[in-house]
């Protein structure tokens, strides 16, 4: 697995201390040369500057937003965007949500899929998949 697919409303806007480990587990990923990105159902426009920010502070590699592609999550279009914008396919990445019908729709496209419920859990899934030492 090369690259990490994150969803943002449910995973990364949660309470400040999670912000900041997961921008520190993003690094940390990084710096074992894994893609990053966030997928979010979003529709863009000036209203996802908070989601951009992600991607222009360079927390990941990039942001995608279903409004600026065309395709909501669980469709295979909104993934492969992802993929496409890490210059990877679909079966070398893991994509993170909160919803299982997402997640779903990630595994039956080919990527793995992760069920986010609380930072603890997908952190301890996220490190043994990319082999990622350390406390976040």
Not at 19 to 41: F, G, H, M, P, Y
Request: aromatic share 6%; glycine share 10%; net charge negative.
């Amino acid at each position: 697995m090369r690259g990490l697919i994150i969803d943002y409303v449910g995973v990364l806007d949660g309470p400040e201390e999670d912000v900041k480990r997961w921008q520190e587990l993003l690094a940390a990923a990084k710096a074992q040369d894994v893609a990053t990105a966030i997928l979010s159902n979003d529709p863009g426009g000036p209203g996802a500057e908070h989601v951009r920010e992600w991607e222009y502070r360079g927390h990941v590699d990039a942001v995608i937003l279903s409004g600026e592609v065309g395709a909501n999550k669980p469709e295979r279009a909104a993934f492969q965007a992802a993929a496409d914008a890490l210059e990877l396919p679909l079966n070398d990445c893991v994509m993170i949500d909160d919803n299982i019908m997402n997640v779903r729709g990630a595994v039956d496209n080919g990527l793995v899929g992760i069920l986010h419920t609380a930072f603890e859990r997908t952190s301890v899934e996220i490190q043994a998949i990319f082999d990622i030492d350390g406390e976040f």
